[in-house]
């Protein structure tokens, strides 16, 4: 049985591709009328979690899925938002006064890369890397993250 997750449903395609191969799906999205593209209501219980969709913060969500399942999924396709513009709409989020984590990044990126990001970028990356992390955490040792960014 393999399991994929879709942190970003949008418009719902991973949903869409997963029933036609008779694949087990996970979706999250900040978006409650990303629920009524797919057909699903949203689900609330964390403990029946396969082929359904969860409204809300991606990250909140694959964390309480982790405290209960551990690592159970097979593939992670993530499409999430650029973060190219000043202001992302879907999440309300204004990059321009977003607060960085210089700690987290200097970690993870270096300094010397930090040097020739703008502050737009440093936010978005600070927004996206506890979410890539827990994403990571969900998989099995055999699973595979896909990321769409462009």
Not at 15 to 37: P, T
Not at 119 to 144: C, Q
Request: hydrophobic share 35%; glycine share 8%.
């Amino acid at each position: 049985m393999s399991i994929v997750l879709d942190p970003f449903v949008g418009s719902g395609t991973t949903i869409r591709v997963c029933r036609k191969l008779n694949r087990h799906f996970i979706g999250i999205d900040i978006n409650s009328e990303c629920a009524k593209l797919v057909g699903l209501e949203p689900n609330t219980d964390y403990n029946k979690p396969l082929d359904s969709i969860y409204i809300g913060d991606c990250l909140e969500i694959m964390t309480k899925l982790y405290e209960i399942h551990g690592p159970f999924i097979d593939l992670i396709y993530a499409d999430p938002p650029f973060g190219r513009n000043s202001t992302d709409k879907q999440f309300g989020i204004d990059w321009r006064k977003f607060p960085i984590d210089l700690d987290l990044l200097n970690n993870f990126f270096g300094n010397q890369l930090l040097k020739c990001l703008n502050y737009e970028t440093k936010a978005y990356l600070t927004w996206f890397y506890p979410r890539l992390d827990i994403m990571y955490k969900l998989l099995k040792d055999t699973g595979s993250i896909y990321i769409h960014n462009g």
